[in-house]
């Protein structure tokens, strides 16, 4: 299967802007590829990578202390829970509902990973799933075919090329009911904001505890540079990685594939075949052993009477996804 770069029906009705233009938009740059939000992830994608090339050579030198690992710990599980429930499970599929403390609470973690305005991650993602390994979907690996060549070239697309092409999502058309909440869309305008609060949090604490600005260099080295870059290439593994290799033991109309030793580390979202099975599912790691935080979080905030109507997948409907035999990837 190869999918044509060129552009679409579905992606020119697009560019021709077909798409509710009385809505307000939700990034600064609304939809233009060369927006401020743009260039900021770009900067915010090459340093924290160059930081984490430089890692091991610098710990090796001069080590690195319990402090800056406990907030690297910390600030990567805030941010990646903020993603995988926020973000996805929540704003994007819907698999629960939150009270509006916990909706905002859950825009704000999910901003603090350094990954994109929300609502432009979420029209995104929407659109990943309308198309998911077919033409018009913004990162699939198999894009250019099924060659080794071409899925190597596709790797690399689906997990960063595509976020710095020309073609871009219409919030608009995917995310309408994101850019209608006022606060929603306000924190996604804010992203350079929190971008800045997310850098920074870690050395004013680095700093404070150890009362040196040695303290907060590190502390800002290991906890906001070497934290941003391990999120980022986990959470575009699942993008890249996920749709190439892993077990496939439900049915889906794509490639996704469950990749077990990324589970704990992307915090439940690379079991991402079952997610393609059954995309408002609460809970993707539903067979046994399979670590999922992100549905354990869901759970307690359910307990707590934070989130309500909470789509957990009952034992029949799994069954009905099944895969008359599971299938491995190729």
């Given at each position: 299967m190869t999918i044509s770069p060129e552009v679409t029906s579905e992606t020119a009705s697009e560019a021709?802007?077909?798409t509710a233009p009385d809505l307000p938009s939700a990034t600064l740059g609304g939809d233009s590829k060369r927006s401020i939000e743009q260039i900021t992830l770009?900067?915010?994608?090459?340093?924290?990578?160059?930081?984490?090339?430089?890692?091991?050579?610098?710990a090796w030198g001069w080590g690195v202390s319990w402090l800056d690992l406990g907030l690297l710990t910390a600030m990567y599980y805030i941010g990646c829970h903020g993603i995988t429930i926020g973000f996805h499970r929540y704003f994007t599929h819907g698999s629960f509902k939150a009270k509006r403390p916990?909706?905002?609470?859950?825009?704000?973690?999910?901003?603090?990973?350094?990954?994109?305005?929300?609502?432009?991650?979420?029209?995104?993602h929407r659109k990943?799933?309308?198309?998911?390994?077919?033409?018009?979907?913004?990162?699939?690996?198999?894009?250019?075919?099924?060659?080794?060549?071409?899925?190597?070239?596709?790797?690399?697309?689906?997990?960063?090329?595509?976020?710095?092409?020309?073609?871009?999502?219409?919030?608009?058309?995917?995310?309408?009911?994101?850019?209608?909440?006022?606060?929603?869309?306000?924190?996604?305008?804010?992203?350079?904001?929190?971008?800045?609060?997310?850098?920074?949090?870690?050395?004013?604490?680095?700093?404070l505890v150890t009362?040196?600005?040695?303290?907060?260099?590190?502390?800002?080295?290991?906890?906001?540079?070497?934290?941003?870059?391990?999120?980022?290439?986990?959470?575009?593994?699942?993008?890249?990685?996920?749709?190439?290799?892993?077990?496939?033991?439900?049915?889906?109309?794509?490639?996704?594939?469950?990749?077990?030793?990324?589970?704990?580390?992307?915090?439940?979202?690379?079991?991402?075949?079952?997610h393609h099975a059954d995309p408002t599912s609460a809970r993707h790691g539903v067979l046994r052993g399979q670590v999922d935080s992100s549905a354990r979080l869901i759970r307690w905030f359910e307990q707590l009477g934070w989130a309500s109507d909470v789509r957990w997948p009952a034992a029949s409907r799994i069954e009905a996804r099944r895969q008359s035999a599971p299938a491995d990837a190729a």
């Open positions: 021709r802007g077909t770009l900067l915010f994608i090459t340093v924290p990578f160059l930081a984490l090339v430089a890692a091991v050579p610098l916990l909706r905002i609470a859950l825009a704000i973690m999910g901003s603090l990973a350094v990954e994109g305005p929300l609502v432009r991650w979420v029209a995104d990943h799933h309308k198309f998911s390994d077919a033409e018009g979907d913004p990162h699939s690996p198999w894009r250019f075919g099924e060659t080794v060549p071409a899925l190597m070239k596709g790797l690399w697309w689906a997990h960063i090329g595509w976020m710095f092409d020309e073609e871009q999502t219409p919030q608009h058309k995917y995310a309408p009911d994101l850019i209608k909440d006022p606060a929603i869309r306000r924190i996604s305008r804010q992203f350079v904001l929190w971008t800045v609060v997310s850098l920074a949090i870690p050395p004013v604490v680095g700093g009362l040196s600005w040695w303290g907060a260099f590190t502390a800002f080295f290991w906890g906001s540079l070497v934290r941003v870059a391990l999120l980022h290439h986990v959470t575009w593994s699942i993008n890249s990685i996920c749709h190439a290799v892993g077990k496939r033991p439900f049915k889906s109309r794509d490639r996704s594939g469950n990749v077990w030793w990324l589970a704990v580390l992307s915090c439940g979202e690379s079991w991402h075949n079952l």
